[in-house]
T-cell receptor, first 115, second 114 residues
Framework: AQSVAQPEDQVNVAEGNPLTVKCTYS??????LFWYVQYPNRGLQFLLK??????LVKGSYGFEAEFNKSQTSFHLKKPSALVSDSALYFC?????????????FGKGTMLLVSP | NAGVTQTPKFRILKIGQSMTLQCTQD?????MYWYRQDPGMGLKLIYY???????DKGEVPNGYNVSRSTTEDFPLRLELAAPSQTSVYFC?????????????FGPGTRLTVL
């Protein structure tokens, strides 16, 4: 079975400071990993994904994520937060060795960036 | 190119009523999905489809039905609405299976069952 954990319900950061939103995963094989963002009253939007290759993945809006296989983590990062980054962030995982299956989403982390 | 569209945006149902949530995508994606989102619970997969005429159950299919007669449309049917089905429902699509290609989400339908 595959699972993903987002240990923080909420992350608070001041504008201009770096931000990190944490995600850890559990799969039996190698993972496909995704980050999505949800703005109020909107659907989820894709930010970035890790399939294979470089452990540092760059995505939309200046976000990046670091894949760490030994720690089974895929933390989302941004060097300088903007107030407009305030939103709900979801990590998702799929085990690439499990045959056809679908994504499993975490519970989400609310990011609040203060002016 | 409208992407994934969902109707209605909001709906209030009485217990026992039925309704269909509509979902249409214009990206010619083979794969389509229905999720429900409950506060603090993330997204749970209800049903998915890998192409016209092919559907399969997700994690929480009880109380719902789907059909996929065309590539574009993937309606979700609630036959006997229950308060436990109060949620926000999202439809999504992807070019191939979601493990490699990102999913594109609709704006959601907020359903309340009273």
């Amino acid at each position: 079975a595959q699972s993903v954990a987002q240990p923080e319900d909420q992350v608070n950061v001041a504008e201009g400071n770096p931000l990190t939103v944490k995600c850890t995963y559990s799969v039996s094989g190698n993972p496909y990993l995704f980050w999505y963002v949800q703005y109020p009253n909107r659907g989820l939007q894709f930010l970035l994904k890790y399939i294979t290759g470089d452990n540092l993945v760059k995505g939309s809006y200046g976000f990046e994520a670091e894949f760490n296989k030994s720690q089974t983590s895929f933390h989302l990062k941004k060097p300088s937060a903007l107030v407009s980054d305030s939103a709900l962030y979801f990590c998702a995982v799929r085990d690439m060795n499990s045959g056809y299956s679908t994504l499993t989403f975490g519970k989400g982390t609310m990011l609040l960036v203060s002016p | 190119n409208a992407g994934v569209t969902q109707t209605p945006k909001f709906r209030i149902l009485k217990i026992g009523q039925s309704m269909t949530l509509q979902c249409t995508q214009d990206m010619n994606h083979n794969y389509m999905y229905w999720y429900r989102q409950d506060p603090g619970m993330g997204l749970k997969l209800i049903y998915y489809s890998v192409g016209a005429g092919i559907t399969d159950k997700g994690e929480v299919p009880n109380g719902y039905n789907v059909s996929r007669s065309t590539t574009e449309d993937f309606p979700l049917r609630l036959e006997l609405a229950a308060p436990s089905q109060t949620s926000v429902y999202f439809c999504a699509s992807s070019r191939t299976s979601g493990e490699v290609n990102e999913q594109f989400f609709g704006p959601g339908t907020r359903l309340t069952v009273l």
